[in-house]
């Protein structure tokens, strides 16, 4: 059985979550991440995680936009 949240997108702004999305695939996921940027990525501060989740339960980061956070 997949795991239907083993990918999230997370958009925050200000350090505070926007918006919250969970997928069972990468391709999906990704092309949200895409969207994302194209919808959000003019609001101050925005950043964008694609991450995917681990065994444990943890998520760890895949992507970021923009790229030249840490």
Partial sequence: M????RYRLTLTTRGAVAMQ?????F???DRKFRSWIGS????AEAKIV????GH?????ALKQW?????
């Fill in 27 to 29: 391709a999906a996921t």
């Fill in 56 to 60: 444990d339960g943890t998520y760890e």
């Fill in 2 to 5: 997949a795991d239907r949240q």
């Fill in 50 to 53: 694609l991450a995917e989740r």
């Fill in 40 to 43: 959000y990525g003019t609001i």
């Fill in 21 to 25: 999305g969970s997928w069972p695939d």
């Fill in 66 to 70: 923009p790229t030249d956070q840490a």
